[in-house]
């Protein structure tokens, strides 16, 4: 299967436009960022991607078949993807990452350390065995804003989708954390359809593309150099931020 997607003339509309007029075509094995200020439509997109919304016109096309031909939960079964309401749950570490699915071990160790917390696992008495919380056990731990965050990263990961869907994975992690784990994400992106959605323009050096949303519709697209030499939104919002990333120069 190709995974190419192809999103003809989509808008949403509640009250007022969330998304209006929207196109393009993204094919297998890129690397796509979406930016731009809150409320410009960036996660209402992925909303209508992932079919938790209907269009209010237009369509999305994956493999050139209207997404809302597919059998539902066979559609889910080809995305991995983390938001920024992620959740862990009072199980083990381990079911936390896996979810049920067959443990891999060495797909599990390689996970953990894409997403950095594989030291922190290891310095655990029980390491994969320990328990999420001190809710229902006392031995448990419990796990900080950004570890959790990376947890989500890793189930994500495991999963093993072919089309990987990040949206803000990474707020509660400084800018200079956010970046050392893009660096070691896009690694493992690779081959597969990616969409980044964030207000922190880390990814977008990594990203083969970038979509910037704004008034809902999309005022620019292009590379992160392509961006930048246009002296546009991006490169607007790259520079007030450009002092996060000086550890890149």
Do not use: W
């Amino acid at each position: 299967m190709e995974n190419n997607i192809e999103v003809n003339n989509l808008s949403k509309k509640y009250d007022t436009f969330e998304l209006k007029n929207i196109n393009f075509t993204v094919p297998k094995g890129s690397i796509v960022g979406f930016v731009g200020e809150n409320g410009a439509g960036k996660t209402t997109f992925i909303h209508l991607l992932l079919r938790l919304y209907r269009p209010t016109k237009g369509r999305i096309l994956l493999n050139g078949v209207n997404i809302n031909e597919y059998e539902y939960n066979d559609y889910l079964t080809m995305f991995s993807s983390v938001f920024q309401d992620y959740k862990t749950f009072a199980f083990s570490c381990l079911e936390n990452i896996t979810l049920g699915k067959k443990v891999n071990a060495d797909h599990v160790k390689e996970v953990l350390r894409l997403a950095g917390l594989d030291e922190k696992i290891e310095s655990l008495p029980e390491k994969m065995g320990t328990i999420v919380s001190r809710l229902y056990d006392d031995n448990g731990t419990e796990f900080s804003g950004g570890e959790k965050q990376k947890m989500a990263i890793a189930r994500a990961l495991y999963k093993d989708s072919k089309i990987v869907i990040m949206d803000e994975p990474t707020a509660a992690l400084d800018p200079l954390a956010e970046y050392d784990l893009y660096k070691k994400l896009v690694l493992l992106m690779r081959g597969r359809l990616s969409f980044f959605i964030s207000h922190r323009l880390a990814s977008g050096k990594f990203c083969d593309r970038i979509l910037v949303f704004s008034k809902h519709t999309i005022q620019e697209d292009g590379s992160h150099d392509q961006l930048m030499n246009l002296k546009g939104l991006y490169a607007e919002m790259y520079s007030r931020q450009a002092e996060f990333y000086k550890r890149d120069k």
